[in-house]
Structure formats: structure tokens, C-alpha cells
């Protein structure tokens, strides 16, 4: 019995360590703006990864696209004591009030993706925004149906209104579209990024036009969306479709011949979010205020190398960087403009 009552106790003990040095990890806020999106389940993903290398706990919210839900989730961040904050706003004046509401309590935090409304350094703690070269990756795309699918009556599957990802890859499909004679752009229509409503304005889209040849997308999610409605409708073949995103079920559909291209690896930003966040912690500052990424482009050739060397681990929880080697307070002659890129195979 004694040494059952000493193993039992020594069980015990090493629970409890374990517990209390998980609570003992300090926090790092990601108010998500949705979790309903195959895209920032890979942001998150990655992100978690940067988190357990840097000995944080991340503490993620969802608030399914819905700008009361998503202060309240920063509101509730605060009040959990979090170090910092990896921020990506629902809109612009949501930004300004969560950048400030931060500020006020001290907590540094990082923006990602969508312009906030207000520039760095407006207020002390707002320490970074990485983005991605949005116009261009809407141009890109674009370029692809025309140039490469012959693409000359194309139809927009949109974002989210006013919001600077959005708008930006919009004005790339336009320009694109402009600097070449013979290609109309038949309509663009939002889809708030979701598959059921790139469902709904595709099949609007073959309700009124009969001759759409190309689908520009502005995420992957509405663009699978688009994909059923032109399946139902008996379309599929005879449109070529591309988009931004690179996600498993995009993957998968690229693989099957119902896109021609994608473009993405962009959810790297909430990881490296988190290095400038440990950095400054640690007393690093960013070497510079904004930090700008280009995407991968990926066609039916690459998705072999694609699929095993970054969406499978990173699904499986696997660490893609190596994070002391990008961190300042580990390696202080690295230069965030030379590291925060999206991961190629």
C-alpha cells in the first residue's frame, strides 16, 4: 500500500507541475474574425506553432464575423492578462477603437492582412502591420485566366466591402482587365468570403450571363462556393476558374481540374505576428513599420510537393520555421523584411 500511496502521489506532483507551468505561460490574444474559413484555420495553425517555440500560450477567439463580437473578444483578452494581441480588424473603425483600446492598456499589438484605419506608431504600442502585396495578387490572378486560360468574359467573386484586402484585389483584377483590349469584366459581386454566398452569386452570375469563359476569385472559400453552383448548373468545363488562397479543399479542387491556378501561403502572417511580439517583449524592436509579402502561385504541377511539405505537417501541428533563427532576441542581426516570406516547397 505505501508504495502505491508513493507512486500515487508522485503522479500527482508531476500533474501539478505540469498545470501550473502551463498557467505560468504568459498569453498571447488572437481575436479571430471568424474560424469558419479554411484560411485562418492554417493562420491559426501556424501561428500556435510560433507560440509553443517562444513559450507563450495563445489564446484564440472567434468572433464569426461579427464586429460586436470581436471588441468584446479584445475586451475579454485584456482582461485575461495578455501580453500582446495579433490583430486582424472585421473593418477599419473597429481597428481604430481595438488599436486604441489596447494602447490604453498597454499591450503591444501586432495588425495582419486588413488595414486597421490607422498608421503604425499612431499610438506607442501599435508595432507592426504585415501585409500582403493585395493588387498585385489580385492582378496576378487575373493575368493568369486572360493570359494563359484565354479567358475574355470574366465574372469577380469578391470579399468583403471596404475593407482593404477586398478593395485592393478588386483594383488588380481591374487593372489587369484594363490592359487588355477584348476582356470585359462582366460583373464583381462580394461574398463576405463565404462559400455559401460565392454559391448564391455564381448562380446570379449564370442566371444573367450566358457566355462567362473566367472566375476570378478573391479567396478560395467563394470560389468553391462558385464551383458548386457551376457544377449543379452543368458549367463547370467549359469556365476556367483561379483564385487567392491556397487551402486543402482548394488543393484538392485545383487537383481536379476545376481551378487553373492559386494563389496564397499568406497565412504566415499571425505567426510572424508573434515573433515581433516575443521580440519586443524581450526588449527587440521591429526594424521597420510595415512588412509587405508576395504570394506562391501554384498550378496542377506543384500540388504534390505543395500538399507534403507544408499543408500536411502544418495540419499535423508541425513546425514549418525555424523560429529562433527569424527572432531578434535569439539571432539580433536578422532583418524581419528578409524572413517574414510565405513558405515555398
Avoid at 486597421?116 to 496576378?140: C, Q, R, T
Wanted: glycine share 10%.
Amino acid at each position: 500500500m505505501r508504495i502505491i500511496s508513493l507512486v500515487a502521489a508522485f503522479v500527482f506532483a508531476v500533474t501539478s507541475a505540469l498545470t501550473a507551468a502551463a498557467q505560468d505561460k504568459p498569453k498571447i490574444g488572437m481575436p479571430m474574425t471568424t474560424l469558419n474559413d479554411a484560411f485562418w484555420v492554417d493562420y491559426v495553425n501556424f501561428a500556435k506553432t510560433a507560440a509553443e517555440a517562444y513559450g507563450y500560450e495563445l489564446v484564440v477567439t472567434d468572433a464569426q464575423s461579427r464586429e460586436d463580437k470581436q471588441l468584446s473578444d479584445i475586451e475579454s483578452l485584456i482582461n485575461a492578462g495578455v501580453k500582446g494581441v495579433i490583430l486582424t480588424p472585421l473593418s477599419e473603425p473597429l481597428g481604430i477603437q481595438a488599436i486604441n483600446l489596447l494602447n490604453k492598456a498597454n499591450i503591444p499589438v501586432v495588425v495582419t492582412d486588413t488595414f486597421p484605419g490607422v498608421e503604425v506608431g499612431s499610438v506607442p504600442n501599435y508595432l507592426a502591420f504585415i501585409k500582403l502585396d493585395d493588387e498585385v495578387a489580385g492582378y496576378n490572378v487575373a493575368k493568369h485566366l486572360i493570359e494563359k486560360d484565354n479567358a475574355k468574359k470574366i465574372v469577380g467573386i469578391g470579399g468583403v466591402p471596404g475593407i482593404s484586402t477586398s478593395e485592393a484585389r478588386n483594383d488588380g483584377l481591374k487593372k489587369a482587365v484594363a490592359e487588355h483590349p477584348g476582356v470585359e469584366l462582366l460583373d464583381l459581386q462580394y461574398t463576405d468570403w463565404t462559400l455559401a454566398k460565392g454559391q448564391t452569386v455564381m448562380e446570379d452570375f449564370l442566371t444573367r450571363f450566358s457566355d462567362i469563359d473566367g472566375v476570378w476569385g478573391a479567396g478560395s472559400d467563394p470560389l468553391l462556393g462558385a464551383i458548386v453552383a457551376m457544377e449543379n448548373s452543368g458549367r463547370l468545363g467549359s469556365v476556367k476558374l483561379a483564385g487567392i488562397d491556397i487551402t486543402a479543399a482548394a488543393l484538392d479542387s485545383l487537383a481536379e481540374g476545376k481551378l487553373s491556378m492559386l494563389a496564397g501561403g499568406h497565412w504566415v502572417m499571425g505567426g510572424y505576428g508573434i515573433t515581433i511580439i516575443h521580440d519586443y517583449l524581450n526588449g527587440q524592436k521591429p526594424d521597420q513599420p510595415v512588412y509587405e509579402m508576395s504570394l506562391y502561385y501554384l498550378t496542377k504541377d506543384g500540388i504534390g510537393d505543395y500538399r507534403s511539405k507544408i499543408i500536411e505537417p502544418l495540419a499535423a501541428g508541425k513546425s514549418l520555421i525555424d523560429w529562433k533563427a527569424i527572432s531578434k532576441t535569439t539571432n539580433p542581426s536578422v532583418k524581419y523584411s528578409d524572413v517574414f516570406q510565405v513558405i515555398k516547397p
